[in-house]
């Protein structure tokens, strides 16, 4: 249906919601039937036909072909600039250590990433003598202060900036077309953590006019663990190079052991065997929300996430960490739990009411994922437990 979303039909799609109020979908969604069908029978298949026999292996290669096509479609990029990779992280690395580092090249991210992407730039920093700058931003900062701030880092000999396209740890939406413009008018690329994104809202990759754009499959894309995917720009393709030189990246080798590498297919990228059971979940998960329509999807998550912050911030003592303007706003709703340590509160609210959530850091404190398939009695229900929790822990 597309327009609305029809929370009954969806939520018999996810055994998990009978029985936990599931907000953490930021981590890892829960497990919807289709995906769980695709990868069973991919495997029932394999166990009776065989993953390498004639039929196998066409089956495997029709199977990434219908996927990296459902991308496409999903994302509005070209086939051959997307790849499945095993996380956001592979493919963040892919693009960090892909690159020709010069000493000094500068890279530029933010003080509210995660450490995903924290780790990736100090790792060039350590490896390369990178110029890191990492921006201050507090997560209540405004778009105006967000691109001042970016506007001055960003300076003459910035090769990357790497940036989450939503914060995990606040859910603050960057003004990702403002700054990937800020760094093209300066000679930089731009490469996006997509693993709050992708699936959160729609994500057009063209007319983002992004790089490079990591995800996750198994977050808002419904997937399974172990699946991702990686965009490079068609005119990039050629100069990202392999940092895992594999079978993959090769095209052609020869009895005196020399060999040519691939240098337009982005395959040339990955390391090794991939599990087209997962591959095959992961296509199962863009479709639930293609069928769904993104437009209505990202609409809904929002509703309920300012149903949530609306909740919370009328209860006194109450204090939102995450953005509550709408632009800059997503299905990540977080809030400061005072001197209580966060993970003691997650458990609390997992024991005594069944809400899955998670504790963040920096801003420190808790995280609630209001997703498309959550009910208004859900979020009221959370709002009022959070509630509970905080007046007899403080
Ligand atoms: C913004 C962000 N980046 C990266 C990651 C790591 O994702 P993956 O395990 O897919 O590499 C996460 C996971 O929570 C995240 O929220």
């Not at 997560?139 to 989450?164: C, H, M, N, Y």
């Not at 509703?303 to 006194?316: F, G, T, W």
């Amino acid at each position: 249906m597309e327009g609305t979303v029809d929370i009954k039909a969806i939520r018999d799609q996810i055994p998990i919601t009978q029985s936990i109020t599931y907000m953490n979908t930021g981590w890892t969604c829960p497990v919807f039937t289709p995906v769980a069908e695709a990868i069973r029978s991919q495997i029932q298949f394999e166990m009776e036909q065989g993953a390498a026999t004639l039929a196998g292996i066409a089956r495997s290669e029709e199977a990434l072909a219908r996927l990296r096509q459902a991308l496409a479609s999903f994302f509005n990029a070209g086939v051959e600039e997307l790849m499945p990779t095993q996380n956001t992280t592979a493919g963040l690395n892919m693009v960090a250590g892909g690159l020709a580092w010069r000493e000094g090249d500068g890279l530029v991210t933010c003080s509210l990433e995660h450490p995903s992407v924290l780790g990736m730039a100090h790792g060039l920093r350590n490896r390369f003598g990178v110029n890191l700058r990492i921006v201050q931003l507090n997560s209540l900062d405004d778009t105006e202060t967000i691109l001042a701030k970016f506007d001055e880092a960003i300076i003459p000999g910035t090769r990357l900036v790497a940036i989450s396209h939503v914060q995990y740890s606040c859910g603050l939406r960057m003004p990702v077309e403002e700054i990937i413009s800020l760094a093209h008018q300066r000679g930089a690329q731009v490469v996006l953590d997509g693993a709050q994104a992708a699936g959160q809202m729609a994500v057009d990759l063209t007319t983002m006019g992004v790089d490079y754009y990591s995800m996750p499959g198994q977050k808002w894309l419904l997937g399974p663990g172990g699946t991702g995917v990686l965009y490079v720009r068609q005119n990039l393709i050629a100069d990202l190079q392999p940092v895992a030189g594999s079978y993959r990246s090769v095209a052609s080798w020869e009895a005196d052991g020399t060999v040519t590498f691939k240098d337009q297919a982005l395959e040339k990228l990955l390391a090794g065997t991939a599990s087209t059971a997962l591959q095959c979940g992961l296509e199962a998960g863009v479709g639930i929300l293609a069928g769904l329509g993104m437009a209505a999807v990202e609409q809904r998550h929002l509703a309920l996430s300012n149903r949530m912050k609306d909740r919370l911030a009328a209860m006194p003592g109450v204090q939102l960490t995450c953005p509550v303007d709408p632009a800059r706003s997503s299905g990540l709703v977080t809030i400061a739990v005072g001197g209580i340590e966060p993970s003691d509160f997650v458990e609390r609210l997992y024991r005594e009411d069944d809400i899955a959530i998670r504790a963040v850091l920096h801003p420190d404190g808790v995280r609630l994922c209001t997703a498309f398939f959550n009910t208004e009695d859900e979020i009221d229900e959370a709002a009022d437990a959070v509630k509970r929790v905080l007046d007899t822990m403080q």
